[in-house]
């Protein structure tokens, strides 16, 4: 026999004088071993995130433990039930069609009713986000365009071109917004979740195509939960990249490193939902050019908002196509693009990404079937009700508008800062104004607000607030009272910083403390059901 290469007579060696059977059961142990490790490389969530789910499983399994939450749940279940039960008082509860149909008059009537049981006062500009315009002359024409095609589906292309026509008219719009070329293209969606779970799609696709079988996303730790949501739909990996704590913004250097070859997406957003401030999109750009990834810019709350900022006098750092790393770019029509609830759009820098969004089926008796977003049939009345809201306004309204917004963001911004107690975390590049305090809790004061009519969103790790300033707020008088309330609100707390926190906020607090996280998934999963709970009987 001719002599063996190095590593070979190393293997022979080790298996010099052991039995045959031994060597069989020690090579298939160690392909065992292999095949187990390659799995945790593989899996979903990094090893610790494991154990620590599997301790807490055990926890739970210890009887007095286990008693004692039942216990406890049984209890969140209750609240939340008495909850909705308050909330419902005054209006019919019904459980069965009724027999003979009623008539418009009570049914509006009803609706009227249905619609005024909040505790808010959200015609007034006290809700953050959620109502970005009160202007009636644009719901009139969203409305009476909704109306006209409420029945029409884009889905039968050759009854309803002229829906198509619309939807591609919206996309182009976007596109030139955003400084696309002729190369881009894009689909509107029902929404901005719908927009990011459609952009992962296509990036694991593509992943798929180039033989990478388990792609990861690369998401800063501010990025929307959506992208969460799309990884467990899409069967992702998530690398979740932390932000500077001072600016807030994602830690570039970290992504860089975090990109592998299993890498099929990095994102960046424009800005981000917790404390509206911008990841440096011009660096993730060159990042991705360099990493040869393509970038997923998220605009959807600011897109329609940064996209007019320039022209409205204000500085917004390029965060579109003009980066030559931006794949793609999601941004919400029915945010600040001032549209009725239910559209969105994702945009592409290249029509093979967007055929990658597609999904065809071909052996169906149904047919050949291929449509563009995850919905078969479609509302073609959104389409046009945002078309005709996106026509109506048209381009120097959006612009005015913008200018009205963002100045508002602007003084709330500058008047908080001026208030003792609270700090704004980083730079707000839009509209999203985020505020804590390290001399009081601050839900004490977000508890305080709530008191007096405000609705903030709440955000932990760390805990703060946030007020995202839309049309709304722009009405007179209304950001002049929120810092008013704000700088009255702050001081009582710095009178009495160790008084607990009461009502609705203590709630944000409380779940931040609660280290075995999937509790917290319960609670929130019977706060979903408590949406459909029905109370038995009228409530009194
Ligand atoms: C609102 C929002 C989304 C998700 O949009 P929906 O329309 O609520 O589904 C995504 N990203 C950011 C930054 C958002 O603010
Ligand atoms: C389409 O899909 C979305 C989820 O992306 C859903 O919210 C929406 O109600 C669906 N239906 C229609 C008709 O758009």
């Not at 298996?15 to 059977?21: H, L, Q, S, V």
């Not at 911008?278 to 908002?305: E, K, N, Q, T, W």
């Not at 980066?323 to 600040?336: C, E, P, Q, R």
């Not at 706060?527 to 038995?536: A, E, R, V």
Request: some cysteine.
């Amino acid at each position: 026999m001719s002599e063996r290469p190095q590593p070979l007579r190393a293997i022979n060696k080790f298996f010099d004088g052991k039995e045959p059977w031994q060597i069989v059961s020690m090579t298939a142990s160690s392909l065992l071993a292999i095949v187990w490790v390659h799995s945790l490389y593989n899996a979903r969530e990094s090893v610790t995130v494991r154990l620590r789910k599997q301790f807490f499983r055990w926890l739970r399994q210890v009887p007095m433990v286990r008693k004692k939450i039942e216990q406890k749940m049984a209890e969140i279940k209750k609240d939340f039930h008495t909850d909705v039960e308050k909330r419902l008082a005054g209006v019919t509860i019904r459980r069965e069609l009724p027999e003979q149909g009623l008539d418009p008059e009570q049914i509006s009537q009803e609706v009227r009713d249905h619609l005024n049981l909040g505790a808010y006062d959200w015609k007034n500009g006290a809700v953050s986000g959620a109502v970005y315009h009160l202007c009636e002359d644009i719901s009139r024409v969203a409305c009476e365009a909704y109306t006209l095609t409420a029945y029409t589906n884009p889905l039968h292309s050759d009854v309803f071109p002229g829906i198509n026509k619309m939807e591609a008219e919206i996309v182009q719009m976007a596109i030139n917004l955003f400084n696309g070329d002729e190369e881009c293209c894009g689909t509107v969606t029902t929404g901005g979740t719908e927009s990011i779970i459609m952009a992962c799609k296509a990036f694991r696709d593509l992943a798929y195509s180039k033989g990478i079988s388990n792609p990861q996303i690369i998401v800063p730790s501010t990025a929307h939960s959506a992208f969460d949501k799309a990884a467990q739909y899409l069967g992702l990996f998530v690398v979740t990249i932390p932000v500077d704590p001072v600016t807030l913004c994602v830690d570039v250097d970290k992504v860089s490193d975090a990109i592998g070859r299993r890498t099929c997406l990095i994102v960046g957003s424009a800005p981000n939902y917790p404390y509206g401030t911008m990841d440096d999109i011009g660096a993730l750009s060159a990042l991705a050019v360099r990493a040869g990834v393509p970038l997923h810019v998220d605009a959807c709350l600011g897109g329609l908002v940064a996209g007019f900022m320039p022209a409205a006098g204000h500085h917004v750092p390029p965060f579109d196509f003009r980066l030559s790393g931006v794949a793609s770019i999601s941004a919400d029509t029915h945010k600040y693009g001032y549209a009725p609830k239910g559209t969105s759009v994702i945009l592409y820098r290249r029509a093979e990404y967007r055929h990658c969004q597609y999904t065809v089926t071909t052996e169906w008796p149904g047919g050949v079937y291929g449509s563009p977003t995850v919905n078969g049939s479609r509302a073609g009345g959104l389409i046009a009700a945002c078309w005709a809201t996106m026509m109506f306004v048209g381009r120097q309204r959006y612009i005015q508008m913008t200018k009205e917004v963002v100045d508002t963001a602007r003084y709330i911004e500058n008047e908080l800062r001026k208030i003792d107690g609270i700090f704004i975390f980083g730079k707000p590049a839009t509209t999203v104004i985020a505020f804590g305090s390290q001399r009081f809790d601050i839900f004490q004061l977000a508890d305080l607000l709530h008191k007096r009519g405000w609705a903030l969103n709440a955000l932990q790790f760390p805990s703060g607030v946030h007020l995202c300033v839309t049309h709304a707020h722009t009405c007179d008088g209304v950001a002049a009272r929120f810092v008013a309330d704000v700088a009255a609100a702050a001081r009582t707390c710095l009178t009495d910083a160790a008084a607990p926190v009461h009502g609705k906020m203590a709630i944000y607090g409380v779940a931040q403390e609660i280290s075995d996280r999937s509790l917290v998934s319960d609670i929130t999963k019977h706060f979903i059901d408590s949406m459909y709970y029905l109370p038995k009987g009228d409530p009194q």
